[in-house]
């Protein structure tokens, strides 16, 4: 049994500094070259998607319409009634947008800002802006809410979700808190699922806001790589707590077919939709309904999706196997991080030794490999304790993400001994 790193004396932390940088100095002389920044798709991946490009041999909806040309602002039904098939939605709730869930999410928030909803006072008319930001997260949340000055509150992450006794806290005793991020399945960076009793004390929670809103942006909800995950109704725990209007709901095929050129999606209740809808028919005349059409000709109904995911899990499994059994081999004896196994999604999320996370990365990225930035994952990326890294395997070739891995546990290992040699 080895001793974890911080129970060595300072003869062994020597000793095991020297064999560290001949090993890193060995990768370092590689030249590597190597990128897993962002969760983007393998090529691999991305030719599983092809027959998107083949399918719109006629631009006519179900209904005779020519999707080549303007209207239906809130998107063909056919498509409605699929992403309502697919996350168990009334259709009725949904508006089909353009390519990125992440637009929908920032016009939201926008129209929130210059308008109000359902009566409420414009966001900008307001002394002060909150939203609490469950940490780590996904750093283009934050950016949004950075981009319009709103101030961003972290929040712990649990196993089960965000940590609803503070977010209940929070959000019951300050009027400027207007809302939550959520990524409620295999959560961006760390894999967790929210719990059904999460899902129900959002829906149900006191707020001093009358307009906090759940920002449900559920871009997992069909990425299932060990097992599939059962996520509660978001609209039914608010209409259940007597809140409504509480939650927006985000989804994009973007990750299913091809990231740029999927089909991005938004629900909220009846009464919201209405008034989303009356100020999106100032900003456009509709979206892309031929790429509706060609989406939706291929994964055609939730059982062909079901398949497809399956098969693009096949792809996706043997990385995440790489990265998880890296990890495992390479850092668990010493105890020099801890890291969370997903069942779904598309990132690993480890915690090093506190004080390491950045230097780790440097070290990664000197010898060529890039990974997402350290405190990328909390609000005004900073990791208050330096610690959390986001892996993304997805993009690297089995073979590359081999290598890249290996080199990325001899930085967390030399990281930790500098650190405890007091080098940093």
């Known amino acids: 049994m080895v001793n974890p790193v911080t129970e060595l004396t300072n003869a062994e932390l020597t000793a095991l500094k020297v064999e560290l940088e001949a090993e890193y100095s060995e990768y370092a002389s590689r030249n590597l070259a190597l990128n897993m920044a962002r969760g983007k798709p393998a090529g691999k991946l991305l030719d599983h998607n092809t027959d998107v490009l083949k399918t719109l041999d006629n631009p006519f909806a179900e209904d005779g319409t020519d999707a080549r040309n303007y209207g239906i602002l809130e998107g063909l039904p056919e498509m409605r009634r699929f992403f309502g098939e697919v996350l168990n939605l009334d259709p009725e709730r949904i508006i089909v947008g353009g390519n990125s869930s992440l637009t929908l999410m920032y016009d939201s928030i926008a129209r929130l ?5 359902c009566g409420n006072p414009a966001w900008r008319t307001l002394p002060k802006l909150k939203f609490l930001c469950p940490s780590p997260g996904y750093d283009r949340h934050f950016a949004i809410t950075q981009e319009f000055g709103i101030e961003m509150i972290a929040v712990p992450m649990t196993e089960n979700g965000p940590d609803m006794d503070v977010v209940e806290e929070l959000a019951a ?91 991005a999606m938004m629900a909220a209740s009846f009464a919201e939709r209405k008034e989303i809808l009356k100020r999106m028919g100032i900003q456009t005349i509709g979206s892309d309904k031929l790429n509706q ?73 000197n010898a060529g490999v890039t990974m997402t930035g350290a405190g990328a994952t909390f609000p005004y990326k900073n990791d208050p304790r330096d610690r959390n890294i986001r892996i993304a395997p997805t993009y690297p070739t089995d073979e590359e993400l081999q290598t890249a891995m290996k080199l990325f546990c001899v930085c967390v290992k030399l990281a930790a001994v500098k650190k405890l040699c007091g080098e940093f």
């Open 173 to 263: 005793n300050d009027e400027a808190v207007k809302g939550i991020w959520c990524v409620p399945l295999y959560s961006n960076p760390q894999g967790v699922c929210y719990s059904d009793e999460t899902v129900a004390r959002l829906g149900k929670m006191k707020t001093a806001a009358k307009d906090f809103k759940i920002f449900w942006d559920n871009a997992y909800g069909v990425h299932h790589i060990y097992e599939e995950v059962k996520l509660a109704d978001i609209f039914a725990a608010c209409e259940a707590g007597g809140n409504p209007d509480r939650a927006y709901y985000f989804f994009s095929t973007s990750k299913i077919t091809f990231p740029g050129a999927g089909v």
């Open 293 to 365: 059409l060609r989406t939706l000709r291929t994964l055609k109904d939730a059982p062909t999706l079901k398949k497809h995911m399956a098969e693009l899990a096949d792809i996706l499994r043997p990385k995440f196997d790489i990265v998880l059994n890296t990890l495992e081999s390479e850092l668990s004896e010493g105890k020099y991080a801890s890291w969370i196994t997903p069942r779904g999604g598309y990132f690993v999320s480890l915690d090093t030794l506190d004080g390491c996370a950045k230097k780790t990365l440097e070290l990664a990225k």
């Open 113 to 117: 800002m210059m308008f109000g909803t």
